[in-house]
T-cell receptor, first 114, second 113 residues
């Protein structure tokens, strides 16, 4: 158990819809990262927050947005969903603001868009 | 760009065999990391390497930071069924002014009992 909690574990929805994925970081971790993993693909970095502020941005679509709340949990919002958005979405956390690579990952939220 | 190339993409071995996989880049990395992803789980950090030429072990796993800083190797000795999964190399890199973690595409390990 990494200490990072993601909900929901599975989500099935239709094209055009909007979903919210939630992440609670490890106790004491101030950085939260979101990654997307498509079928048989590596991990694509989407966005990082540190202590409530956006820290780094990756290949995140304009239809996607995220935020980190005062209690440090984070939400990833995916809107106008397309079939190609079907993927595993991972949240990870770390203590420091710089991404040193030593991340703790949650178990992921599997999104299926039909 | 910042791509990390892993090989092989997949491996099918017998239990008890040794495993070798590697990761290469066209650019220099100052840190190399190896993660493992079990089926249905998130990636877990196995080994972190911080110095060119460094050789680090974690149980039956041994990883090396290439002397050119453009590659890294992971070896698994005497494989067992729980070694099944996808192994990712990764390295932090400054991209567009922010430090981000770049991942390879993974090596999928399958073990025949």
């Amino acid at each position: 158990d990494s200490g990072v909690t993601q909900t929901p574990k599975h989500l099935i929805t239709a094209t055009g819809q909007r979903v919210t994925l939630r992440c609670s970081p490890r106790s004491g971790d101030l950085s939260v990262y979101w990654y997307q993993q498509s079928l048989d693909q590596g991990l694509q970095f989407l966005i990082q927050y540190y202590n409530g502020e956006e820290r780094a941005k990756g290949n995140i679509l304009e239809r996607f947005s995220a935020q980190q709340f005062p209690d440090l949990h984070s939400e990833l919002n995916l809107s106008s969903l397309e079939l190609g958005d079907s993927a595993l979405y991972f949240c990870a956390s770390s203590v420091v603001p710089e991404n040193t690579g030593e991340l703790f990952f949650g178990e992921g939220s599997r999104l299926t868009v039909l | 760009g910042q791509q990390l190339n892993q090989s092989p993409q997949s491996m099918f071995i017998q239990e008890g065999e040794d495993v070798s996989m590697n990761c290469t880049s066209s650019s220099i990395f100052n840190t190399w990391l190896w993660y493992k992803q079990d089926p249905g789980e998130g990636p877990v950090l196995l080994i972190a390497l911080y110095k060119a030429g460094e050789l680090t072990s974690n149980g039956r796993l041994t990883a090396q930071f290439g002397i050119t800083r453009k590659d890294s190797f992971l070896n698994i000795s005497a494989s067992i069924p729980s070694d099944v999964g996808i192994y990712f190399c990764a390295g932090p890199k400054i991209i567009q002014g922010a430090q981000k973690l770049v991942f390879g595409q993974g090596t999928r390990l399958t073990i025949n009992p």
